[in-house]
């Protein structure tokens, strides 16, 4: 074979090598220089909003009746001091959290069916709003309902802007923020972008997605807004072109380093 032919061998190969080349495809979630965000200023980002109740969320509910008076009962004296009365208390205390503390799923339609109501729906609410909504409606079986509703079971996922270190991340707080959540999972990573932080969040006709700036201060009131279940926060990380251009270029720098040692070994064959 001719030098020439090897060299467009070399070439071929080259081609080949670099259309699959690697470059920065960890960067998940891309979006075009057109890209239209949904705008931040729709977002609720009061701690009065709160947390709001979504699809395939768990419920632990309790009801009492006269306003949670058997709660009150059960909690009463257990910081007077008395040994017997107070312990016996906490112990009341804590069968009834074992007894009333069953758990119902929020479907994916937004209802709920609960013991006497049936299905109701408390998509949206929050959980103020839902024990509210479910005291009212318990009026028709019980006198004064007193209702205690939590989340079991609500998460979000977090993208820091470093490979291999994605996390869900449950959410034990109600009311946890976006600043909270990149806090548990140790701040952005060492090559995250922290001027390109993404929100994703389910919504009734898909996806919106949000774009904000945490580099600057200005950006902490994006930040303090209340997460949602499920919501996304993907850290966009930099490029790293110098780095993986290297290493997808180095098969064929060996490539054409074998190839010419073996035309010189041709060459000096006798």
Known sequence: MKFHQIL?????????VLSGCTINQDILFRSGEFYEFADLDDLDKSQDGGYRIAPNDMLTFQLFSNNGNRLNQATAGTNTGD??????????????????????LVKP??????????????????????EGLLEDAYTSFYNDPYVIIRVTNNRVFVFPGEAGSATVVPLVNMNTTLLEVL?????????????????????????DVYKMDLSVIEGLDDANMVVQAYDIIYV???????????????????????????????????
């Open 8 to 16: 467009l061998s070399v070439l071929g190969s080259s081609v080949l």
């Open 83 to 104: 040994s017997g009365g107070g312990g016996q208390n906490q112990q009341q205390m804590m069968n009834m959290g074992q007894q009333g503390g069953m758990t119902y």
């Open 109 to 130: 339609d937004g209802l709920v069916e609960l013991p006497e109501l049936g299905n109701i729906r408390l998509e949206g609410l929050t959980i103020e709003e839902a």
């Open 183 to 207: 806090a548990m999972v140790g701040g952005i990573g060492a090559r995250g972008n922290a001027s390109n932080v993404k929100l994703i969040r389910k919504t009734e006709t898909g996806r």
């Open 236 to 270: 966009e990380p930099m490029p790293q072109l110098v780095r993986e251009t290297t290493e997808s270029l180095t098969p064929i720098t060996s490539l054409i380093s074998t190839l010419t040692v073996l035309w010189a070994f041709v060459l000096n064959t006798p």
